[in-house]
C-alpha cells in the first residue's frame, strides 16, 4: 500500500507541476477555501490564450492577402466561423463560474475525482494553446492554398474539440457534487 501512496504522489506531482507551468499560483482543488480561486485562475488562463489568438486572427491583413481573402469565399467564411466559436468558446469559460457549484459548496470530494479534474484542466489549457499555435501557423501560409485550407480545417476541429472539452468539464464538475458531500 505504501508502495501504491508513493506511485500516486508521483504522478499527481507530475500532473500539477505540468499544469503550475501554466499558471503560477496554481495549488488545485483539494482545500475548499482555494477552489475557486483556483477554477477562476484556470479559466483565466484558458481565455487569455484565446483572446491572444482571437486577436491574432482580427490582426489586419497585407493588401496582398487581403485581396486573396477577398476572392477565396471559402476561406472568408472559414476564418469568420473559426471567430464566431472562438468567441462562443471564450464566454462559455468566463462565463463557467456558476455551473460549477458543486466544487465550491463540497467539504470534500473523493482523491480521484480531483485528479480527473486537474488532468482535464491540463487538457483544456494545452488545447488552447494548440490553437493559438495553429491560428500563428496560420498566416505563416499562403492564402487559398491546399496548406492554408488543410490548417484552416484543423483550426475549426482544434475549436470543435475545445468546445467539447468545456462540455466534459461542466459534468465532471457536475459529478463532483454528487459523490462529495
Known amino acids: 500500500m505504501g508502495k501504491m501512496s508513493i506511485e500516486r504522489v508521483r504522478k499527481e506531482m507530475g500532473l500539477m507541476e505540468k499544469i503550475m507551468s501554466y499558471i503560477p499560483g496554481y495549488r488545485g482543488y483539494k482545500e475548499k477555501e482555494i477552489r475557486r480561486e483556483t477554477d477562476i485562475l484556470v479559466r483565466r488562463k484558458i481565455s487569455g490564450i484565446l483572446a491572444e489568438a482571437r486577436s491574432m486572427l482580427n490582426s489586419p491583413l497585407g493588401p496582398s492577402e487581403a485581396r486573396k481573402l477577398a476572392y477565396d469565399q471559402e476561406s472568408r467564411f472559414a476564418l469568420e466561423n473559426i471567430r464566431t466559436s472562438l ?14 457549484a458543486g466544487l465550491f459548496d463540497a467539504v470534500k470530494i473523493r482523491e480521484d475525482k480531483l485528479d480527473a479534474v486537474i488532468s482535464h484542466d ?17 498566416f505563416s501560409k499562403n492564402i487559398g492554398t491546399p496548406e492554408w485550407k488543410n490548417t484552416l480545417t484543423g483550426l475549426i476541429s482544434a475549436v470543435r474539440e475545445l468546445d467539447q472539452l468545456i462540455d466534459e468539464r461542466i459534468e465532471l464538475l457536475e459529478g463532483l457534487s454528487e459523490v462529495s458531500g
Open 87 to 100: 468567441d462562443k468558446v471564450s464566454q462559455r469559460i468566463d462565463k463557467a463560474v456558476a455551473g460549477y
Open 122 to 138: 491540463l487538457s483544456l489549457i494545452e488545447k488552447a494553446e494548440s490553437i493559438k499555435a495553429i491560428v500563428s501557423d496560420l
